[in-house]
């Protein structure tokens, strides 16, 4: 079969799919992913539901992510009947300039490498799969796709920051990220909802952000310069006066502990003292879950009311990601929330997880849009390289 590889490249694991072209259009195939990487590596693939692969290996034998590439690349190249096209890539910073997908040769790698300091925790792992698979099979086409991109063409006035403008001309902007996830929930609502031009998408998985979206483009959104900034996730924290951080710096708090602490320890993982996953918070009794579930609503429904006077007024409201998708207790509490905006919850709808879950008087529509990335990445790739 003629195949796209889609590949998403994160610190401690490496998550990949195969797409079949079929009349034009990528279909998921086989999805896999090879993770703990260097502390209990395995690898793992499916393809409708069935096991194709299961392995585990020794943390040495794949300390790092170039090793789980190649790994990786060893069990696909062992697969029969599959024709390579090309490679989609994951990659979280595009910096000011790219707008959209690209093809990479070795001056966009250049570049790319320019916005490593712009996001030091992820992009070199999301370039490291593109670098070998140059030097290894350099015929092959490779595509870039950004999570900022999406943002891009908002102006300038939210997307800068009260600062001196020399940062701003130096790359300190509110890019914004998710941005597949929102380009696909925008062409999804197009297709299901297509005069509901102003809307609110809330990406609520381990990482959390909303966007605005007005006649499907991305108007405002929560995150910023990072993926720090905006709703609280699984263990960041989301909005933070930069005067904590002052702060920790004064107390004697390293750079390494600092960066620690807002990506690894805060957030709902942080506050509650229990756990980052939505689910253990719901089931457990302990006070500091509930707080914690309760501080991340409040939060939510602040940063609603922020993207709703962006768009001027909202007609629908989407739910996806891995708590928006799976969580009905969480929609039903944030639904509330939105109930100044004249959102009214169908509950029955919202427990069935059905795409529609207000009522058919309530003033917006709420919708539950499962998010595809991984589909979007693929067609992105599939319309730069051409259909064969
Ligand atoms: P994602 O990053 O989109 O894969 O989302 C992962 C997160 O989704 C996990 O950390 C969980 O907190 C959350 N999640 C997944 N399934 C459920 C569920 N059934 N109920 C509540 N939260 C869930």
């Known amino acids: 079969m003629d195949a796209i590889l889609v590949v998403n490249a994160g610190s401690s694991s490496l998550k990949f799919q195969i797409f079949e072209i079929i009349d034009g259009k990528p279909e998921g195939r086989i999805r896999g992913q090879l993770d703990g990487i260097g502390v ?95 030097d290894i099979d350099p015929s092959i086409p490779q595509v870039a796709c950004f999570d900022t991109a999406f943002h891009r063409g908002r102006p300038e006035t939210a997307d800068c920051y009260a600062l001196p403008r020399s940062l701003y001309q130096q790359g300190v902007r509110r890019y914004g990220f998710h941005g597949l996830s929102y380009e696909y929930i925008a062409e999804r609502l197009a297709e299901i909802a297509p005069t509901k031009d102003k809307v609110i998408v809330a990406h609520l998985g381990s990482g959390a952000s909303m966007c605005a ?8 959104s929560t995150m910023g310069f990072t993926a720090l900034d905006g709703v609280p996730m699984g263990t960041r924290p989301g909005q933070l006066d930069p005067g904590v951080v002052l702060y920790l710096l004064q107390k004697g708090m390293s750079q390494q502990a600092i960066s620690d602490l807002l990506y690894r320890e805060s957030g709902l993982k942080g506050l509650s003292g229990i756990s980052n996953d939505v689910r253990d918070l719901l089931a457990s009794t302990d006070p500091g879950a509930k707080f914690a579930i309760d501080h991340f609503i409040h939060r939510c429904g602040l940063n609603a009311g922020l993207l709703a006077a962006a768009l001027g007024g909202i007609d629908g409201f989407v739910f996806t990601a891995g708590i928006g998708e799976n969580s009905s207790a969480i929609r ?57």
């Open 332 to 388: 039903a509490l944030l639904a509330e929330k939105l109930a100044w905006l004249g959102a009214e919850l169908d509950h029955a709808a919202n427990e069935a997880g059905a795409t529609v879950v207000s009522t058919a008087t309530s003033r917006i529509k709420l919708l539950i849009i499962p998010t595809n990335e991984e589909l979007m990445i693929a067609r992105h790739t599939l319309a730069i390289v051409g259909n064969p």
């Open 213 to 220: 979206l007005g006649d499907g483009r991305s108007v405002e």
């Open 40 to 134: 209990r590596p395995r690898l793992r693939a499916t393809s409708d539901g069935r096991v194709l692969v299961e392995r585990t290996y020794q943390p040495a034998e794949v300390a790092d992510l170039p090793t789980a590439v190649g790994k990786a690349r060893e069990w696909l190249a062992s697969l029969d009947g599959i024709a390579l096209r090309a490679i989609g890539h994951r990659v979280v910073h595009g910096g000011p300039d790219y707008d959209r997908p690209i093809l990479i040769d070795a001056m966009v790698l250049d570049r790319l490498v320019e916005y490593q300091n712009l996001a030091p925790l992820h992009q070199p792992n999301n370039l490291a799969p593109i670098r070998l698979v140059m």
